[in-house]
Every structure is written in C-alpha cells, then in structure tokens.
C-alpha cells in the first residue's frame, strides 16, 4: 500500500487513550479531525530516545505556537497499547495539548501505508517517524520519514508550512 500523501483523504479507524478520569477510550479518528486542522505525527515507539528526547518534546513545546496558526488538535500516534501510551504521556508533565493515542496492533498506522518492520530489532511492526497536517480530513503536508530518520517531520518543520 502506498503511503498517504498531500491531497489524500486520512482513513477513517479507531485508536485508543486515556481520559482523564483514567478510562480507556476508543475514539474515531474522523470525530478528531472533521472540520477541524490538526496534526497527527507518529513515532516507532513510546520511551525510545529519539521520540521521548526530541519528536514529542518539540511539539509540546511548540503547542501554543502551533495553535496560534490555527492548529485544533495534536495527535500523536504509536503503534503501542493504551496503557504504554498513558505511561509516556505521565512522562511529560508540562504537556496540556498533545494527545497520546494507541494503535496497538498497527491497523491505523498500515491504513496510513506507514508501518515499519522492526522485527530484526525485536520491535515488530511500528509506525514510522511522520507529520500530518490535516485540514477537514484531506492531507495538506506528509513529512514521512526514512527509517530511522528525523529530518522532517518535527513541530518546527510543520509551523515553516503553516
């Protein structure tokens, strides 16, 4: 499957969080973004050193800025289970807009045609490294990373599209 691309519709599957009175939650990902602009950027895998030190921080750090230029949500997405998501999510306390959601078993992120065969490495399947910005549902920018890449898809090169 081709990866998406500008002018793509995002498919239409559901990811899992948890609420803030500590609940698991599916949630449709066309409820988060119809009619609305958001990002939607996805990491190989929560606690590992260039997603916890350098992706995720810089679009919680880049969170106000970004809505500034009309940003409605930021999504991150990994292919892990909720509850590994939750965790990661309690590891950046000062974060107030960044959504942490949980593909765990990949579905969403092969729909996207951004899984990443980690297996050599004992990881599996998992996303790879990218930003979306999705205006109504249709692609407006894909930065999609080569493997283990971080080049493209951070906050800052998203704000130089915004």
């Known amino acids: 499957?081709?990866?998406?691309?500008?002018?793509?519709?995002?498919?239409?599957?559901t990811l899992s969080y948890f609420d803030e009175e500590d609940k698991v939650q599916a949630v449709?990902?066309?409820?988060?973004?119809?009619?609305?602009?958001?990002?939607?950027f996805g990491v190989p895998g929560a606690f590992t050193p260039t997603c916890s030190l350098k992706h995720v921080p810089g679009f919680i750090e880049k969170a106000d800025e970004l809505k500034s230029k009309g940003v409605d949500k930021i999504l991150c997405l990994s292919v892990n289970d909720p509850f590994v998501m939750?965790?990661?999510?309690?590891?950046?306390?000062?974060?107030?807009?960044?959504?942490?959601?949980?593909d765990g078993s990949a579905k969403y992120t092969h729909d996207l045609g951004l899984?990443?065969?980690l297996s050599e490495k004992g990881l599996g399947t998992r996303s790879r490294?990218?930003?979306l910005l999705v205006d109504d549902l249709k692609v407006k920018v894909?930065?999609?990373e080569s493997g283990g890449e971080f080049?493209?898809?951070?906050?800052?090169d998203i704000l130089k599209a915004l």
């Open 1 to 13: 499957m081709a990866p998406i691309a500008v002018g793509d519709a995002i498919p239409d599957g």
């Open 28 to 40: 449709n990902i066309h409820s988060l973004a119809a009619g609305k602009k958001v990002i939607l």
């Open 86 to 102: 939750k965790a990661w999510a309690k590891s950046f306390p000062e974060n107030k807009h960044v959504l942490f959601l949980a």
């Open 115 to 117: 899984e990443l065969d």
């Open 129 to 131: 490294r990218f930003a």
């Open 142 to 144: 894909a930065n999609i």
């Open 151 to 156: 080049t493209v898809s951070s906050a800052d």
